[in-house]
């Protein structure tokens, strides 16, 4: 799939420290890049609606990730999916009259706008599910030779005989190793996250999809020995990482809503398919924002839209600078207020940056690299532009006439907000 035109970078002299992430598996910061590159796995959107605060929140924190990984000397080989086939995609199109496959490219376009507007630096690989529907079906199969998936007959299938397939999650000694639940609150989130608990015949009730047989009506693949059907959801980021990075990938990000089923069941298929210990060295995942007390989802419809703030006028830096205003790991609200004080921050560095001259920036510089290499502190790091900001701007001291644009240079760079 096209993804959308990266921002350019500025080379900046100097380096980021040696970047770490706190690793939600194991609550401990861990170093985000073994080598000399690092890979880097994204989930992400399912698109049957806009890109909402929220999944902007997700990508503009994996894009900080990447910038200060470059910063530090490590190159990025990063690989975002779009789920353009799934229950909530047919759902959604069926209500609204359309065809589900101009419903995904329409909300995939828009997606790509918002991301360009935000600055955020585009996935090397960016790949629908439909497109790689062959790369899913040779590893499913390869699972139920190995006796860790099994069919279960679909009655209500187009075929007579024909069944979906699940996955046993006892196949994997380590499951559970990556969000720590207990059984009733994984039974509990299975339900609520696209699992289906209470299907009569499965070993298990987490035991989660790998491919449902085609259905009279529904949207239907070549599956091979499995027969005609489509791709379970966790089963496609399993295996387009493993396909395109190799296994055990350096971070797998995404927003802390799919930590369970969605993340544990990857790594889960992964580590079985790959008979390794590691389906990621690190899990990083972005606290949920909200609205109004909730969640902000698609499915409650409590959304604010990066494209409708954009159509109001509102300059998506600003955007971005709300967002950075939390660290990632925090679950917060939105509001209109802190977008209007985002304005206020985003004239003030303008304001700053244009009189022409400014103290040293390097200490600056140090103490924004220091606060994004660990584990990607934006808060820490903003409060450093604005000391900076104050300095400049109250300073009596004659100044740099070089400091504004080197600066300049490390807030593009580093935090991908161009004043
Ligand atoms: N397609 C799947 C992942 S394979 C999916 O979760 N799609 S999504 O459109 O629902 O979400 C896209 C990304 O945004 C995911 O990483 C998700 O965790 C994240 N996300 C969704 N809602 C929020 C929210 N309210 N706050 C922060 N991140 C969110
Ligand atoms: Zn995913």
Redesign the pocket.
Known sequence: MKSWQSPSIPDLPGRAPRVVVRDTATGSKVPAAQGDTATLY??????YDAT????A???VTFDLLGRVLRDSGVAVAYVQ???DI?DPLLERAARDGIDWRDLALREIDLFREDMQALAVIAPDAYLGAVESIPTFVRPIAALVARGAAYPVPADDARLTGAADYYFDVTSDPTFGSVGHYDAATMLALSAERGGDPDRPGKRGPLDPLLWRAARSGEPEWDGGSLGPGRPG?HI??ACIAMDRLGIPIDVQ??????IFP?HEMSASHAKVLAQEPAFARAYVH?????LHGE????SKGNLVLVSTLRRGGTDPMAIRLALLEHHHATDWMWTDEALELAVQRLDRWREALAAGRGPDPEPTIRQLRAALADDLDSPRALAAVDRWVCQARTGDAPGDPQAPARLHAAVDALLGVRL
């Open positions: 994204v989930c992400g959107i399912t698109p909402h605060l929220g999944h929140a997700t990508y999916n779009i789920t799934d959801w496609e980021c990000g995404g927003g802390s809503d799919l969605h972005q606290g949920m924002v909200g969640k902000m989802s698609k």
